[in-house]
C-alpha cells in the first residue's frame, strides 16, 4: 500500500516544508509547523482506486444579458450599508473579529431578523451548545424568532441536513475553525481541515444559491487564522472591530466581490445586543473635551458618508533619551510624517517631547486628510492653546509643508454644519469645490506654517502662558 504524503504545514499562513523546522519562513513565526497529510481524500492506493469519468458542461460567449445580482436586505441597515446592499444569492461572507467583540450577537440578530421576515434562517453553531445559543438569544429578545438552531461540527452531515427540504436564504457557521470533513486526515482546526471544510461548504452555496456566512477567528495581529486561501474563495471578508472597554462597534469590508469596499457600519453595544449608529458622528463627539488645547475635530469621509471624529494630541517633554511616539486609530508612519514636517519647515521643536495621538471613539482612520487636524492638535498641544470648539479640519500636508486639497469637500462641509460647527479650517487650493452651500465661515490654509503661526500666536496670548512659554518652542532652526 501507498504511504500518504506527509509534509509539515504552518497552522499560521498555509505555507507546506519538506521537514520540520522552528520558524516559518513565509509569515515569521515560531512553534507553528504541525505534520499532516497532504494527500486528502482518502488512503486507497492510485491503482485501484476508482476514476471519475469527466461530464461536458455547456460552454457561453462574451456576447449576452448580464443581471445585476438579486439582493436580500438583512434587516440591519448598517450591515448592507457594508455589503453593498444586502445579500446575494450564493454568496458567501467571512466575518473576522476579536473574541468577544459581539460577532455572535451580530449574526443571531440578523439570522433573527431575516426569519421573521419569512426566510429559512439557519445558525450552526461548532463552539456553543444548543441552549446556550438560546440563551443569548432570550437576553437579545428574539426568543420568538423561527430560527432553524443546531450544534454540529461535520461538514457532511451540515451538508446533508441543509440540503433537504427548501433551500436556506441564510446559513451561519460559527465558526469555520471548529468544523471537519472525513475527506482529510486531520485534526479540526489545522490549515488543511479549514481548508477543506470552507470548500464544501463553499461549494453547496454556490450550488443551492444559500447566502453562507462563515465566523472566523483572528490571531494577535489581526489576521483570520486558517490559511489565506480561504479569503481568496469567499466573495467578502468583513472585519469587527472596537475596543471591548468601548460601547463601539465598527464593521469594515476587507474585500467584497459585491459591492464597495470603504463603508463602514457604525454600531453601539448596550444590553438588548448591537444598535445601529444612523448618526456616528453626533455619537463619536458626544463626550468631546471642549475648550481643552490638543483637541482637534476633524471631517472624514468613510465610504459615502461623511463622519466627524475628534483627534487628541498631547505633547510632553520627556525624561528619556528617545522620546515616545505612540498613536492610536491612526497610520504611526503618517504621525511620523508630520512630525518631520512640523520639524524642518515650521520650526516646532519636538526632539524633546513625548508624542501621544488618539482618535476618540475607537474608530482607525485611514485617509490622509486627517493630516491637518492631526498638526493642529499638536501644535495646540505643544502651545497649550486650546482651538475654535465650532472649527473643523482636514487636509493633506506633504513633504515641502503645503496644505493639498482632498476629496468631498462640500460634503466634509455640510456634515459639519448639520452638527453646529460654524467654522472649517480647509486648504486653500480647494476652497472652490466647497461652494457657500454649507453656509460655514472657512479659513483657507495654504501651507503649514500659517497654521503653525496662527495658533502659536493664540497660545503667547494666553493668560498666565509667560513670556517664554510659546517662543522657544516655536523658534525656526535656521533663525
Known sequence: MAKNALSFVCQNCGAAYGRWQGKCESCGEWNTLAEEDTTGATT????????????????????????DAPRLPSGLGELDRVTGGGFVRGSVLLVGGDPGIGKSTLLTQTSSLMARAGHRSVYISGEEAVAQVRLRAGRLGLADAPVQLAAE???????????????????????????????????????TQVRASAQALIRFAKKSGATLILVGHVTKDGQIAGPRVVEHMVDAVLSFEGEGSQQ?????????????????????MTGLGLREVSNPSELFLSERDLGSPGTAVFAGIEGTRPVLVELQALVAPTS????????VGWDQSRLSMVLAVLEAHCGVKLGGHDVYLNVAGGL????????LAAAAALVSSLANAPLPTDAVHFGEISLSGAVRPVAQTSARLKEAAKLGFSRAVVPDAGRGEAGNDAGLILNPVGSLTSLVADIAARGSGRPGAGKNATPAKFRRSDS
Not at 528619556?320 to 498613536?327: D, E
Open 44 to 67: 486507497m492506493p492510485a491503482a485501484i482506486r476508482p476514476r471519475r469519468k469527466g461530464r461536458t458542461f455547456a460552454l457561453e460567449t462574451l456576447a449576452g444579458e448580464s443581471h
Open 153 to 191: 461540527t461535520s461538514v457532511e452531515d451540515i451538508v446533508a441536513t441543509l440540503s433537504e427540504g427548501p433551500t436556506p436564504r441564510l446559513v451561519v457557521i460559527d465558526s469555520i475553525q471548529t468544523m471537519w470533513t472525513d475527506t482529510v486526515e486531520s485534526a479540526p482546526g489545522t490549515v
Open 248 to 268: 463601539f462597534r465598527i464593521l469594515r469590508a476587507v474585500k467584497n466581490r459585491f459591492g464597495p469596499t470603504d463603508e463602514i457600519g457604525v454600531f453601539e
Open 320 to 327: 528619556l533619551g528617545t522620546p515616545r511616539r505612540a498613536v
Open 364 to 371: 482607525r482612520i485611514q485617509e490622509p486628510a486627517a493630516d
